[in-house]
């Protein structure tokens, strides 16, 4: 049965007539056009679908749309602010940090997610939080120089 779902996505109030228990990364994409959230294994495995809510990541295909309901929700396209990229964004440039950019946004995502509680994050404490999210291309190595890049540049604002 669907009900009228109020939540913050990327900073703006969001009002959606909608069934509760359909999952938010199916919500993010189809209804509302933010096909920066990525589906990929749809099993909460990859991390892929990663978005944070209130500030915590959170595997999207694995979330019902019931549980974000009177919380943010921000996805990889609000992240850059009047044109400008997130500073792990322009780490992840940077620092090449991707190669077919599949698993990125979710990378992203959580590495945000780690500096903002830690932005001197060791490297066992990088790869400790960005265990859940996988990459098949190999670009470990370089996500996480990029995520300690960004640490540095940020100094705890996210």
Not at 5 to 16: C, D, P, R
Not at 91 to 99: R, S, V, Y
């Amino acid at each position: 049965m669907e009900q009228t779902i109020l939540f913050t996505l990327n900073g703006k109030a969001m009002h959606l007539t909608a069934d509760p228990q359909r999952m938010l990364v199916w919500v993010l994409r189809d209804d509302l056009g933010h096909t920066g959230t990525k589906v990929g294994c749809g099993a909460g495995l990859c991390g892929a679908c990663t978005v944070l809510v209130d500030d915590e990541p959170t595997l999207s295909c694995s979330t019902p749309l019931a549980d974000v309901v009177g919380r943010s929700v921000v996805t990889i396209e609000g992240l850059a602010k009047d044109g400008i990229l997130h500073p792990v964004q322009q780490a992840f440039q940077e620092h090449n940090a991707f190669q077919c950019g599949y698993c990125t946004p979710g990378m992203i995502l959580r590495a945000c997610a780690l500096l903002k509680k830690k932005p001197r994050a060791t490297r066992a404490e990088i790869l400790e939080h960005m265990e859940g999210n996988l990459c098949r291309c190999g670009a470990h190595v370089r996500i996480v120089a990029a995520i300690e890049a960004a640490g540095k540049s940020m100094g705890g604002a996210l």
